[in-house]
């Protein structure tokens, strides 16, 4: 009988309450990450902030603060602007902008 599997209990249908092993039957943590909605003007800031910075490392923390604060979280970014300043890269004053304008452009996702 063709199709007699459909109408089995327990055959193919599977929602969200049943143990489908689904990715929305898991609650994961949500994390403060940057806003992609505002990406654009997040990264216009942030070329603003760093232009008084050399050549040679501009693009470095450009690149490093916008992809972990858009990937792994604000903390993260925190972390990584203060280590540079600890290196000497960056100034305090800089420093500070740079995780004001992280926790401003970020969101919980």
Excluded at 4 to 14: F, L, M, Q, V
Excluded at 84 to 91: H, L
């Amino acid at each position: 009988m063709p199709g007699y599997r459909k109408y089995r209990a327990g055959g193919y249908r599977r929602g969200p309450n049943s143990n489908s092993g689904n990715q929305y039957d898991q609650v994961s943590e949500r994390i403060k990450k940057l806003d992609m909605r505002k990406e654009e003007e997040f990264r216009f800031l942030l070329s603003k902030i760093i232009e008084t910075l050399p050549d040679s490392v501009r693009g470095a923390i450009k690149g490093s603060v916008y992809s972990i604060a858009a990937k792994k979280g604000t903390k993260e970014a925190r972390e990584f602007i203060i280590k540079k300043k600890d290196e000497g890269v960056i100034d305090a004053k800089t420093e500070k902008k740079l995780i004001d304008l992280v926790f401003d452009y970020s969101k919980y996702r």
